[in-house]
């Protein structure tokens, strides 16, 4: 046998260890996507679930490998592949003052949950973490942030509460806000704004939107884009500042490469959607393909759970968590508002 031959070999048995892992995660990220489709119920809340309450998988020998590799990464391919579905196009059509307003109230929440953490008993880590979810798209922000944070021993708990958290959230405010943007008397474009820059997951968005209207769904669904376009330099800066001025050498953490290679990929598949060169099914089949693989991500995260390190997070989390949701809707609305009448034609 030749040594390619060996080699081969070598890496083919190596894989095959995976499968086992790999298989439990994908079928409940199906369960999951199955459920969500034909019940409403959010597919990353239900993979997630899922996973916690098979997490005693994780301990057998068979699947820990696999469950292991899904969590990250999988989870950094996905990552890196939901930026085809962002193009430098979208500010264009978006307006400069709706983009200014955007990503203005974006950094601002975002700022607010690191000045504010303290008062809730929490350090940098899940402040970043929390509020980045609620600023930028919810679990995938959450997924993406968490893969930069330098490691503990409650990594994974605090970022099962973000998702579980900012999920239950989108969807309430996917009820909720439809009701804020009528009673706020916003016209379609207006309440797309609002919708799209205050909810938290892009399905959420989508579902508030178009119950209001086909404008306001369009309008909304664009400016949830951006948002999610500003992932990478959120996440650029937040390693920087990590990198400068985060503590160093605390025990059992571990800090990653200056730029991963996950948010690489993610700003190579914007700029490459941004050329116009790739046709709208491969950008539909690869936005599919990161949709599945952040769904198999999260239910591995979910099968590497235990139930009782999620209740140690505790209430303050989630009084933080909503401290911030609500500081994002007012912003938003007062961005809105206070431009009157005049103004609001800059939109």
């Known amino acids: ?182 009673g706020f008397g916003f016209d379609d474009r207006l309440a797309g704004i609002y919708l799209g820059a205050t909810i938290h997951d892009v399905a959420q968005v989508v579902g508030a939107g178009f119950s209001v209207s086909d404008a306001t769904g369009e309008t909304a669904t664009l400016v949830k884009l951006l948002r999610v376009a500003m992932l990478a330099p959120v996440v650029v800066l937040g390693l920087l500042v990590l990198r400068v001025a985060g503590p160093a050498g605390a025990p059992g953490e571990r800090t990653g490469p200056i730029l991963p290679v996950f948010l690489l990929g993610f700003i190579a598949c914007s700029a490459l959607a941004s050329t116009g060169l790739l046709p709208a099914g491969v950008i539909a089949a690869v936005a599919a393909a990161s949709r599945w693989m952040l769904l198999m991500a999260i239910a591995a995260v979910g099968l590497r759970t235990r139930p009782a390190e999620i209740l140690r997070v505790g209430p303050a989390a989630i009084g933080l968590l909503v401290a911030e949701t609500l500081f994002l809707a007012v912003i938003v609305a007062l961005g809105l508002v206070l431009l009157g009448p005049g103004g609001a034609a800059q939109f």
Do not use: W
């Not at 916690?52 to 950094?76: K, Q």
């Not at 929440?109 to 940098?124: D, E, K, N, S």
């Not at 409650?154 to 405010?173: C, D, I, N, P, Y």
């Open 1 to 182: 046998m030749t040594a390619a031959a060996t080699r081969l070999e070598a890496r083919l048995r190596a894989s095959s260890v995976l499968v086992p892992g790999l298989l439990v995660s994908a079928l409940i990220a199906i369960s999951s996507r199955f459920i969500s489709d034909h019940y409403g119920a959010p597919a990353m809340l239900m993979a997630l679930l899922f996973g916690i309450a098979l997490n005693f998988l994780s301990e057998t020998e068979r699947c820990d490998p696999g469950i292991g590799f899904s969590a990250r990464t999988v989870l950094r391919t996905g990552v890196a592949l939901l930026g085809v579905q962002i193009s430098f196009e979208m500010l264009g059509e978006l307006g400069v003052s709706a983009a200014v307003l955007v990503v203005g109230s974006l950094l601002a929440t975002i700022g607010f949950g690191l000045a504010v953490a303290r008062l809730f008993g929490f350090r940098y880590r899940f402040a970043f973490l929390s509020a980045g979810a609620v600023a930028i798209c919810g679990a995938s922000a959450a997924i993406a942030i968490a893969a930069i944070l330098p490691k503990d021993e409650r990594s994974e708990e605090r970022l099962v509460f973000t998702v579980v958290g900012v999920t239950v959230l989108s969807t309430a405010a996917m009820i909720l806000y439809p009701l804020v943007v009528s």
